[in-house]
């Protein structure tokens, strides 16, 4: 299969995209069973080794919010030097603090599009979530930490429906304003279609956001995360998060499934003649490995496609 898929280019599309991979945080935080240290560490580094060149490894989050995550300063130590380059998630200044400890370069916050995903998930209100956000984002500056900001529910919510693009616009550039460097957009529940991309991704220009300051993070609950996927590329986007085998979803969000799956992601971009510098059959072999820790199969289509052949050379 090395022959395929095969490169046709599409106008208008980037050179390069960078894969951001979030399968270790957002992918596990999903799990109902709690996946043992020594197998989250092996995960990320099997995935930086697949040539991956972002892979969020935790979540510095309160464990009774999401136990699966518990044993993060764990799994930092366990990943040794290597670690401190990983991105992780921090929903306040006390999980800065943590990562400040471990010595860590890169923390991501996660706000709301909406009020009452604030509230469910964050326990603030749509403006109070910025002002809880500040000072950790000044304090990681200051520190010398790169900050990226994720806005969750910005094509649709489970409770309040439809969504205002100027309302996702509005919470995006508050959240770039406290010192975001980039603004992953989330889908979180799935519902977003390829001409809603296309306009969010118009409002945010329009409102003097660049595109090399978003990133888009599909989940793939209807289907259309590839097809999202691709009206974002036509849209100038260069970053997306994605996560190794399809694994993930949305622990305060029910609806949620799993995210677009990295190997999915990679295989669509290939054809396009697209750089992203990732190993697919490594990555394949990497999901197909954890599926069977997990127990179950891979959601991803190109995991199922591939997987039965390339497992048998796992390591």
């Known amino acids: 299969m090395a022959e395929l898929p095969m490169t046709v280019r599409a106008d208008g599309l980037p050179e ?4 951001y991979e979030v399968g270790p945080r957002d992918g596990l935080q999903n799990e109902q069973a709690i996946v043992p240290v020594a197998v989250k560490a092996e995960f990320v580094r099997r995935l930086v080794a697949a040539g991956l060149p972002i892979v969020e490894a935790t979540s510095f989050v309160h464990p009774t919010w999401v136990p699966q995550l ?6 930092m130590a366990e990943l040794g030097e290597a670690g401190r380059h990983l991105p ?3 929903p306040n200044e006390r999980g800065l603090d943590r990562a400040l ?10 706000g709301s599009a909406t009020e009452t995903f604030a509230t469910k998930n964050l326990n603030r209100t749509f403006d ?5 956000f500040e000072p950790t984002v000044a304090r990681a500056r200051e520190a010398g930490l790169d900050v990226r900001a994720y806005v969750s529910m910005c094509f649709g919510d489970p409770w309040e429906g439809a969504v205002p ?9 508050r959240l770039l304003d406290l010192g975001a460097s980039q603004l992953s957009i989330g889908d979180t529940i799935g519902v977003a279609t390829a001409g809603h991309v296309t306009a969010l991704v118009a409002a945010f220009v329009e409102a003097g956001v660049g595109t090399d300051r978003l990133a888009m993070h599909f989940h793939d609950t209807y289907g259309q995360a590839l097809a999202n996927t691709f009206s974002a590329l036509q849209s100038g986007i260069t970053t997306f998060d994605a996560s190794a085998g399809g694994l993930g979803g949305c622990p305060y969000a029910k609806s949620a499934t799993g995210n677009l799956a990295t190997e999915d992601l990679v295989w669509m971009l290939t054809g396009l003649g697209i750089e992203h510098g990732v190993d697919l059959e490594a990555a394949v072999v990497t999901s197909t ?3 069977a820790q997990l127990g179950r199969p891979s ?6 496609a591939l997987g039965g052949g390339l497992a048998q050379s796992a390591p």
Do not use: C, K, Y
């Not at 109070?128 to 809880?132: D, G, I, N, R, V």
């Open 88 to 90: 992780v998630l921090v």
């Open 299 to 304: 959601p991803s289509a190109v995991v199922r």
């Open 16 to 19: 390069r995209v960078t894969i």
């Open 70 to 75: 518990a044993d993060a300063a764990e799994l």
């Open 289 to 291: 490995w954890m599926a």
């Open 165 to 173: 693009i100027e309302q996702v616009v509005t919470a995006g550039t």
């Open 128 to 132: 109070e979530q910025f002002a809880m």
């Open 101 to 110: 400890e471990l010595g860590l370069e890169h923390i991501a916050i996660f």
